[in-house]
């Protein structure tokens, strides 16, 4: 059974920074496209960022784009999200995702994993 489990949420500072984790086990990690969803109080899932099998090709959603960073380390099977400058609206339950895709997808509906979620807090 392939579970994900999340790490490195808590509570920062507005332009601070973060590094969430989500290491998957039970599975072959390399076969699986991995992504960072969110979900803020009160609102729905958002799309955060994707990486490919390989590594190699990234997605990012705008609101996020040049301030977080997605990675992963195959020999490790964990993906990270580096998050630099954090802001206020970044507050969420932060969740990694697995998918058998090839390119980078921001739809919730092509991930068949989910994590339970790691949250993150950013006072002002």
């Known amino acids: 059974q392939v579970q994900l489990v999340e790490s490195g949420g808590g509570l920062v500072q507005a332009g601070g920074s973060l590094r969430v984790s989500c290491i998957v086990s039970?599975?072959?990690?390399?076969?699986?496209?991995m992504g960072w969803f969110r979900r803020a109080p009160g609102k729905d899932h958002k799309f955060v960022a994707a990486?490919?099998?390989?590594?190699?090709?990234?997605r990012y959603a705008d609101a996020v784009k040049d301030r977080f960073t997605i990675s992963r380390d195959n020999a490790k099977n964990t993906v990270y999200l580096q998050m630099n400058s954090l802001k206020p609206e970044d507050t969420a339950v932060y969740y990694c995702?697995?998918?058998?895709?090839?390119?980078?997808?921001?739809?919730?509906?092509?991930?068949?994993?989910w994590g339970q979620g790691t949250r993150v807090t950013v006072s002002s």
């Open positions: 995702a697995a998918g058998r895709w090839a390119e980078p997808t921001i739809e919730a509906t092509d991930y068949d994993l």
């Open positions: 039970g599975g072959t990690f390399n076969s699986y496209g």
């Open positions: 990486i490919n099998k390989g590594g190699f090709a990234r």
